[in-house]
T-cell receptor, first 114, second 115 residues
Framework: KAGVTQTPRYLIKTRGQQVTLSCSPI?????VSWYQQTPGQGLQFLFE???????NKGNFPGRFSGRQFSNSRSEMNVSTLELGDSALYLC?????????????FGPGTRLTVL | AQKVTQAQTEISVVEKEDVTLDCVYE???????LFWYKQPPSGELVFLIR??????QNEISGRYSWNFQKSTSSFNFTITASQVVDSAVYFC????????????FGGGTRLMVKP
């Protein structure tokens, strides 16, 4: 089975722009979660989607949004980029919601905001 | 609220030494799951182990072993006979039953194994 894929792998944007990141989960997985990783704040949960519905949301401003499509692929969008949004964005997929399921992570998208 | 603390930010050992990475967690939930992930320089988080709150059995997988103690809210990870390839950042994470798939991560421990 192919693993979790994320595109693009690297991205450079300037302040004020918006960006869309994409995540394709492992085939058959219906839950997709997004995390932001920065040197200062570490790994922080952004949101989780399951069956096209947002199940959980972390403590991030409304500039961060996401969606999930019927094929379980997910996108996250960041509008009005700020310098502090520079980070590694990781996507994780899981077969089902909750319980003890492991989450499998993709390679991440490294976003640099200039 | 949940919290995971990895007090060791960086550890350096010489190859073949044993090393233990500490993890302490906080949660009021009685049902929860604990995880360890490895993050090599490539950036991808690699799943190592999952433990649920009802299973305090220690586990060994090759050179890796895990010690889960509810009494001290700790879930420590030991690498025996470390190798250079073990160099990475290791994260401990917690998920509670009612939080869907949301993981709360510790700050990570950077392990450097020198030849």
């Amino acid at each position: 089975k192919a693993g979790v894929t994320q595109t693009p792998r690297y991205l450079i944007k300037t302040r004020g722009q918006q960006v869309t990141l994409s995540c394709s989960p492992i085939s058959g997985h219906r839950s997709v979660s997004w995390y932001q990783q920065t040197p200062g704040q570490g790994l922080q949960f952004l949101f989780e989607y399951f069956s096209e519905t947002q199940r959980n949301k972390g403590n991030f401003p409304g500039r961060f949004s996401g969606r999930q499509f019927s094929n379980s692929r997910s996108e996250m969008n960041v509008s009005t980029l700020e310098l502090g949004d520079s980070a590694l964005y990781l996507c994780a997929s899981s077969p089902e919601a909750g319980e003890g399921n492991e989450q499998f992570f993709g390679p991440g998208t490294r976003l640099t905001v200039l | 609220a949940q919290k995971v603390t990895q007090a060791q930010t960086e550890i350096s050992v010489v190859e073949k030494e044993d090393v233990t990475l500490d993890c302490v967690y906080e949660t009021r939930d009685t049902t929860y799951y604990l995880f360890w992930y490895k993050q090599p320089p490539s950036g991808e988080l690699v799943f190592l182990i999952r433990r649920n709150s009802f299973d305090e059995q220690n586990e060994i997988s090759g050179r890796y072993s895990w010690n889960f103690q509810k009494s001290t809210s700790s879930f420590n990870f030991t690498i025996t006979a470390s190798q250079v390839v073990d160099s990475a950042v290791y994260f401990c994470a917690l998920r509670t039953l009612n939080a869907g798939n949301m993981l709360t991560f510790g700050g990570g421990t950077r392990l450097m194994v020198k030849p």
